[in-house]
């Protein structure tokens, strides 16, 4: 379960988010938002990357308490995925998969749902945004992931790639893990089976029938 | 190439080129152009400061050209340049850059007609090196810049070999980005550690200096090169901030950022080890090695903690150079410092990850 408690996350003083109590358990969750609104500082928060007041936990372990036993729990992919030009994703793969513990099956396996396999060694430099995507979607499955945010995560990629991302959401989903879906397209093109929808409006996070 | 190159660099300059030619040719006589001719084209060591002052100029175009080449107007013609053969590309750029260094070819020719008048031909010689080395030496970076803009230009066959057989080890990305992507401040950094390293060195037999004098030098050349420290940060937490979302504990990410920053400073740690002073000492040279790399661990560590805050990095960074400064002038041994740096940045580290 995804414990938030007392979150506030400001940029100077400008309050960003606020959110006094959410409790989520195993589902998959759609927040949605105007541009700006907060859902990418929410992931960044939850997913350890930016700093925050309030306290995260999921399956008994606090982010800040402990960071390292969290992080092992918690994927990421950003809206607009952005790596080191002179890196391939065979190298983000060879790091993340050790550092996450994925086996080499789930590696081949995502390798082949995404189909990155043609270009996955030539540097970030050479990618068009889809292949940008792609890749950063493939690195969120790597390892045991029991929390997966995904930022905007049907944009830009290709119909069959859309297909296969919603299978593979829907096959971890029975597996165990929970989904945070940023998105603003609609639920007829993801097809997801969303337990509950969020909007995040003037700073709060409200539940959206 | 001479259209979207040197064109553009004239129509910029042509004010401050007016102004030389007013000042060179407006007050001075024939016979007083001849006569410093002559004594450029006589004396070597006057030639070699006239060409450090050309140089100047040459900077400038190289800066100018790198700007105008990653201008996204001039996209469409750079991709229809590496279209043609490199032989083909090399000869449009050089004639490109031959026709910006006409002014200083004009003046250099001017020169070795005197020096050819009175036989000084070691002279006419060098300002005929000169003369192409300007040319070529800007016309390799400018392709090495085309090959960044074009993304399909910048794979190489044996990197594609490479990247095919092997991963880049992560320890590697960092040292990697920067000869990519930061290569002139990597090589200042570098010359000026290493000028500080050796002159440190030198200067040791001068004198009756004793160990400070080298933990001293050794404290400064890596304290000047906390560029590189501060582009690891940026590295890390901009470039790819997805680093921050991996599972490693403290010392596993202790240890991969001193191995970065370990491989970034390797010329350092040659030169120490290659002009190291006290023969057979190695215990102490070993310290020495540690001091230097826990400086530049402490000074990454330093500017996470204030969060890039520059005013406030320079304000902490004065503060703790001149206090090192001073308890190394009192004697405290190098391996205090060393525990102290390694001990702060384990602590910000610890702290990184927990948002304290």
């Known amino acids: 379960m995804l414990n938030i408690q007392s979150y506030q996350k400001s940029y100077g003083h400008h309050l960003v988010l606020e959110i006094k109590n959410l409790q989520l358990s195993h589902g998959i969750y759609w927040i949605k938002g105007e ?8 992931f960044k928060s939850i997913a350890g990357i930016l700093s925050f007041s309030g306290s995260i936990s999921f ?26 030009l002179h890196l391939s994703l065979k190298d983000l793969i060879h790091y993340m998969a050790k550092a996450k513990k994925a086996s080499k099956l789930q590696q081949e396996e995502l390798i082949e749902t995404f189909a990155v396999q043609h270009y996955m060694h030539q540097p970030f430099r050479t990618y068009s945004s889809g292949m940008l995507k792609k890749s950063g979607l493939l690195l969120a499955f790597l390892g045991f992931a029991q929390l997966i945010l995904l930022d905007e995560p049907f944009i830009t990629i290709d119909q069959n790639a859309m297909m296969n991302l919603t299978q593979l959401i829907i096959d971890y989903h029975k597996n165990g893990s929970l989904f945070l879906v940023a998105s ?3 639920n007829k093109e993801m097809q997801l089976p969303f337990s509950q929808k969020f909007l995040i409006k003037d700073a709060q996070m409200h539940e959206e029938d | 190439m001479v259209k979207m190159l040197a064109l553009p660099f004239y129509r910029a300059h042509a004010v401050f080129l007016v102004l030389v030619y007013l000042i060179a040719f407006g007050f001075l ?5 001849i006569a410093i001719a002559t004594y450029f084209s006589a004396n070597t060591y006057m030639l070699l400061l006239l060409m450090l002052l050309w140089l100047v100029y040459y900077v400038r175009t190289v800066f100018y050209c790198r700007a105008l080449i990653t201008q996204s107007d001039n996209f469409y013609w750079l991709q229809q340049l590496v279209l043609f053969g490199r032989l083909r590309q090399v000869a449009w750029l050089s004639f ?20 050819m008048i009175l036989k000084h031909w070691d002279n006419v010689l060098l300002i005929f090196i000169f003369n192409i ?18 993304p399909e230009e910048n794979v190489s066959k044996l990197g594609n070999w490479f990247a095919l057989k092997w991963a880049k080890s992560r320890a590697l990305w960092f040292p990697l980005y920067m000869l990519h992507y930061k290569p002139l401040p990597l090589l200042m950094s570098k010359l000026l550690s290493g000028f500080i390293i050796i002159t440190t060195f030198q200067l040791y037999f001068t004198d009756a200096y004793d160990w400070r004098f080298l933990a001293i030098g050794i404290f400064i050349a890596f304290y000047l090169s906390s560029i590189l420290a501060y582009n690891y940060l940026q590295f890390e937490t901009e470039q790819m901030s997805i680093l921050l979302n991996v599972p490693l504990g403290l010392l596993q990410r202790s240890f991969q950022q001193l191995i970065s920053l370990f491989l970034i400073t390797l010329p350092e740690y040659l030169i120490i080890v290659h002009y190291w002073p006290l023969e057979g000492n190695f215990m102490f040279l070993l310290q020495f090695l540690f001091f230097g790399l826990s400086t530049l661990w402490m000074l990454h560590q330093l500017m996470w903690h204030i969060n890039f805050n520059l005013k406030k990095l320079s304000a902490h960074d004065f503060l703790v150079f001149v206090f090192v400064i001073i308890l190394i002038l009192f004697s405290v041994p190098v391996f205090v410092f060393i525990m102290l740096f390694f001990t702060y940045s384990l602590w910000i580290n610890f702290r990184w990850y927990r948002f304290l």
């Open chain 2, 133 to 150: 080395i300007v040319i070529f030496v800007p016309v390799i970076f400018y392709l090495r810049v085309i090959k960044g803009v074009i």
């Open chain 2, 96 to 115: 490109a850059q031959f026709t910006i260094n006409l002014p200083i070819v004009i003046y250099s020719i001017f020169i070795a007609v005197q020096g």
């Open chain 1, 184 to 186: 603003h397209v609609e």
């Open chain 1, 35 to 42: 541009n700006g609104s907060g859902k990418s500082t929410l």
């Open chain 2, 29 to 33: 006589r024939n016979t007083e152009h």
């Open chain 1, 59 to 84: 399956a008994s372990f606090n982010l800040k308490k402990q960071p390292v036993a969290f992080r092992k729990l918690v994927n990421y992919t950003e809206a607009e995925p952005q790596f080191p």
